[in-house]
């Protein structure tokens, strides 16, 4: 237990995932330090997006460790996930937003589900406050149709942080946004780290957002880890595949 408490929040371990007879993750090592941010970086293919969902657990490793909080999740049940998955948010590709819901449900749907009592004043006041955080409060009780790409993106952003987790996950924040958007959204991530501590990882295909997050990046090339450094390293890499990356 000792060796995991060395290894940060997030340890993964040899891990490897396959997909029918497509191996989407192999023998993959690295380790997620408190309050950093990681970026993914990688191609189409290359395993970013299994990753983020492995170490959630919404699918199970073919073989390896993943450790979270000091827990080796692959032994974990549903029930025994729950408290674990509590202390983590998730931020989808495309926000995965409850079209038939109001704003304000989309982001309080973890604080009803958590407590089905909650009084409606203390509901309003818990929304109300992670709105005016990614300031989105005037569309309480809009719905996710009347909202733009980027407006959906600080929502979902919103919804996975207002159980106050320790570590969020976020896959493509700024796909499909002008750079204007991307940018609030960058800051934003940003922001949770420095005022909040929070342990990020972003999967991401675009360079400028990811140097404008990352404390630390890796990239990842058919599953496998190809580069792990800062960004000056990146640029600097002689790796074929990172060079064609970046230029």
Not at 1 to 11: D, F, R, S, Y
Not at 91 to 118: H, M
Not at 161 to 173: A, F, G, M, R, S
Request: cysteine-free; charged content about 25%.
């Amino acid at each position: 237990m000792e060796n995991n408490k060395q290894n940060g929040v997030i340890h993964v371990e040899n891990l490897s995932f396959t997909y029918g007879n497509e191996m989407v993750l192999e023998n993959l090592t690295l380790t997620v330090e408190k309050g950093e941010t990681l970026v993914i970086l990688g191609g189409s293919g290359a395993g970013k997006s299994t990753l983020l969902r492995l170490i959630i657990a919404l699918i199970r490793q073919t073989r390896g460790k993943i450790t979270v909080f000091d827990n080796d999740i692959a032994y974990l049940s549903e029930r025994q996930l729950r408290p674990l998955r509590s202390r983590m948010g998730f931020v989808f590709q495309g926000g995965a937003l409850f079209d038939s819901i109001t704003v304000a449900e989309n982001v309080g749907y973890a604080l009803r589900i958590n407590n089905p009592k909650i009084s409606e004043p203390e509901f309003r006041k818990a929304v109300m406050e992670i709105l005016e955080y990614v300031e989105m409060d005037e569309f309480y009780s809009a719905y996710p149709a009347d909202l733009s790409g980027g407006q959906r993106k600080r929502i979902a952003i919103a919804r996975a942080t207002i159980t106050h987790p320790e570590i969020i996950l976020y896959d493509e924040p700024t796909s499909g946004l002008d750079p204007i958007v991307s940018k609030r959204i960058n800051q934003l991530i940003n922001r949770l780290r420095l005022e909040q501590n929070i342990t990020s990882i972003v999967v991401t295909h675009i360079l400028q957002d990811a140097f404008e997050v990352a404390t630390r990046l890796v990239m990842l090339k058919n599953g496998r880890l190809v580069f792990e450094g800062q960004s000056d390293d990146l640029l600097l890499s002689k790796d074929p595949y990172v060079q064609q990356f970046v230029r």
